[in-house]
């Protein structure tokens, strides 16, 4: 165990013994000796290189991945925290920043201080893209900037807008109701609801267009409405459960309604192609048993989306309320919960895997990875092998930039990431989200989410 010092933050101890990699031969080493499917390049060159999305041009092939700050004001729009979240991240030099869930309706939000976009809070999303492009200009240059995605979700079966729980779900489920005290006779949203819902996407991509983003994200991952939708096998009288034409039916016309009406909009999905949970609570699963990944609905998926215009995919997997470890490998779990029977390298190992085999599919369809956080200082290595393999055109970070908005910037010059400032996979953003208060990394961050993080765990504590 270590300590760590924010600057006023106080001292938070971390534990940091899963990860002992001093340098990139011990890493690879390490791979080799377990056989692993990770692949790392010593030369990085790849991701300095300009690319071209849907016509614009973004100026590297890195990427802010979304993750949620809790920090949205009253009205669901940016508050001050969340601006100086998103001008540190665009004066970090990503080449797209993908801004974390915004709500399409009040009873879609996840928590109360999740974004939600409205006519009310329209202005303040009008005024953080504008940020966002202006904090850019300054590393990128006049004439450059990147690109911005807006995250679009309902959070279904995690809804409480008013920080209680009132689920949306489009399924029963054993495994999922128990862990969230659902009761079997609960019930199920209807079809009707759902084409209300749908209009709920159209119109937040309307206004996300008002304000200046260049493309949204219908997000379809980690458990929310959209993506449990695509594993809601058994509801056959549904027009949007049972068969697989019916599951994919509510995102399919999501994104063609919003290709139609707002053809300056880049259509984006953060679309989950492996849950690691079994069927039939799991997509991307073997339906025989097991979590073996078996992609031939994701893949038919994602050729339906790309015809109806759908031109960027951010890859995801696994359901962080079931098992976070796949997608974001950590050293430390959150308080209360086991470390999982798992070596992070196989997390990775298994990610780029199921990475590659949907990039093999779609070698021209703009693809987004993530997941690379854990590997710290070697991150940059990983992601350009997962450039050069195919599996994705650009390489997100969220953790890494949480904890340092200019991971981009540091690695894009050549000097590599500043080991000081790194994510040491402490789980410590995401207790801050479970323990209710804004999320930031209390490690390197100290000044501002130390005294937040330690007023989160009081409360908890207090409750609990």
């Given amino acids: ?50 690319m071209e999305v849907a016509g614009k041009e973004i100026p590297n092939s890195l990427c802010l991945n979304p993750m949620e700050g809790h920090d949205a004001d009253a009205d669901g729009g940016p508050s001050a925290l969340t ?20 709500a399409v309706s009040e009873s ?114 980690h458990g929310y409405l959209i993506h449990e939708l695509l594993f809601s096998y058994e509801n056959s009288s549904s027009v949007y459960r049972g068969p697989f034409e019916n599951r994919i039916k509510f995102i399919k016309e999501v994104i063609s309604t919003i290709d139609d009406e707002f053809p300056e909009l880049i259509i984006a999905s953060r679309l989950n192609v492996y849950d690691d949970v079994p069927y039939p609570d799991g997509w991307g699963v073997e339906k025989s048993g097991g979590i073996e990944p078996d992609l031939t609905e994701p893949i038919e998926l994602v050729r339906e989306l790309e015809k109806e215009g759908m031109q960027i995919l951010n890859i995801a997997m696994s359901n962080p309320y079931y098992d976070s470890f796949l997608e974001q490998p950590f050293d430390r779990p959150k308080v209360g919960e086991d470390m999982p029977d798992r070596d992070p390298l196989e997390a990775i190992s298994t990610n780029f895997e199921v ?54 910037r540091e690695i894009l010059s050549g000097g590599g990431l500043n080991e000081e ?28 989410y130390g005294p937040i993080y330690r007023k989160g765990r009081e409360k908890a504590e207090s409750v609990g």
């Fill in 355 to 408: 990475t590659a085999e949907i990039g093999k599919e779609f070698p021209d369809l703009v693809k987004v990875g993530g997941g690379l956080s854990w590997l710290r200082n070697c991150f940059p290595n990983a992601a350009t092998a997962f450039l050069e393999e195919g599996a994705v055109d650009v390489m997100g970070a969220a953790r890494l930039a949480l904890a340092n908005p200019n991971f981009a």
């Fill in 83 to 102: 601006f100086r979240r998103y001008r540190r991240y665009a004066e970090g030099g990503a080449g797209i920043i993908w801004l974390e869930a915004t």
């Fill in 421 to 448: 400032k790194l994510c040491v996979a402490c789980s410590y953003c995401s207790q801050m989200m479970s323990d209710g208060v804004e999320a930031g990394c209390p490690v390197q961050d100290g000044e501002i």
């Fill in 108 to 221: 879609g939000r996840g928590h109360p201080r999740e974004l939600h976009l409205t006519e009310e809070s329209l202005g303040g999303f009008a005024q953080l893209n504008r940020e966002i492009k202006k904090s850019a200009r300054g590393y990128h240059g006049e004439g450059s900037e990147p690109l911005t995605v807006l995250q679009l979700t309902h959070s279904g079966r995690h809804s409480s807008p008013e920080g209680k729980p009132e689920p949306v779900i489009p399924k029963h489920s054993e495994l999922l109701d128990e862990q969230y005290d659902i009761p079997p006779d609960y019930p199920i949203v209807s079809d009707s609801e759902l084409d209300e819902i749908q209009e709920d996407f159209v119109r937040a991509a309307e206004l996300a267009s008002r304000a200046g983003f260049d493309a949204v994200d219908i997000k379809a991952c």
């Fill in 1 to 50: 165990m270590r300590l760590i010092n924010g600057e006023y933050g106080g001292s938070v101890e971390t534990d940091t013994e899963r990860f002992n990699y001093e340098n990139l031969s011990r890493l690879e080493r390490e791979i080799e000796r377990n056989n692993y499917s990770l692949p790392l390049s010593r030369d990085i060159d790849v991701l300095r290189e300009r």
